[in-house]
């Protein structure tokens, strides 16, 4: 079980060395550019919203809000043994029971961004081709009960770096991170709580998710 008295054990000797092997893997034996920086919110929670190409993805990401530790909803059976258990939430991920009516997984989430970074691939599963895809609607309920600002990235060149299928990542690659202006859910409440409303929210989000890609 993930004790409190481990966090500050697992950040020095685990979360630490592997925020080191993220920038050499991905700022000195792969090329990063980071643009929009200063729209993240130095304090406080926020819904990150991020395509999703590889699944090294939280691996690019999670420097960025280094020192704070970013936190990624995982599946559930990613922590049935206890030492990757550790290793996991030491990272930041959490487990989630996937599924389209996990109303609790959602709830979960929504309460965690009210104090930390909750990172979110809103599609859902990866892309094969680094090509955005459509948004879930389960994202858009996310957003919609939620008051922490929402902040859309769109990343480029993870299809290349590792691709879907592979094992072993390539080097010597350019990526992008594009971070986006951050969105006010607040902007939605006047709006009813159905499945159009969602819909609506989370093709919106994507629009955005889109634009910084053309970027």
Request: with cysteine.
């Amino acid at each position: 079980m993930y004790k409190k008295f481990l966090k500050p054990i697992l950040y020095v000797f685990w979360y630490l060395p592997c925020i080191l092997l993220c920038l050499i893997v991905f700022r000195i034996l792969n090329r990063t550019e980071i643009k929009g920086k200063e729209n993240i919110p130095r304090k406080g929670g926020m819904l990150v919203m991020v395509n999703h190409v590889s699944a090294l993805d939280s691996w690019l990401i999670g420097p960025i809000f280094f020192p704070r530790t970013a936190l990624f909803p995982a599946k559930a059976e990613l922590f049935k043994n206890p030492l990757l258990s550790v290793l996991f939430r030491g990272w930041g991920a959490f487990p989630v029971i996937r599924g389209r009516h996990n109303i609790r997984a959602m709830e979960k989430i929504v309460d965690l961004a009210n104090h930390n970074i909750v990172v979110i691939h809103p599609e859902g599963t990866r892309s094969r081709s680094g090509e955005i895809g459509t948004g879930t609607r389960g994202v858009g309920k996310i957003i919609y009960e939620s008051s922490s600002p929402v902040i859309p990235i769109c990343t480029s060149g993870m299809e290349k770096f590792l691709p879907t299928g592979k094992y072993f990542p390539s080097f010597f690659k350019s990526l992008r991170i594009n971070i986006g202006k951050s969105i006010d859910p607040n902007q939605y409440k006047n709006l009813p709580p159905e499945k159009d409303t969602y819909r609506q929210i989370v093709d919106e989000l994507m629009f955005e998710i889109r634009k910084l890609k053309n970027g």
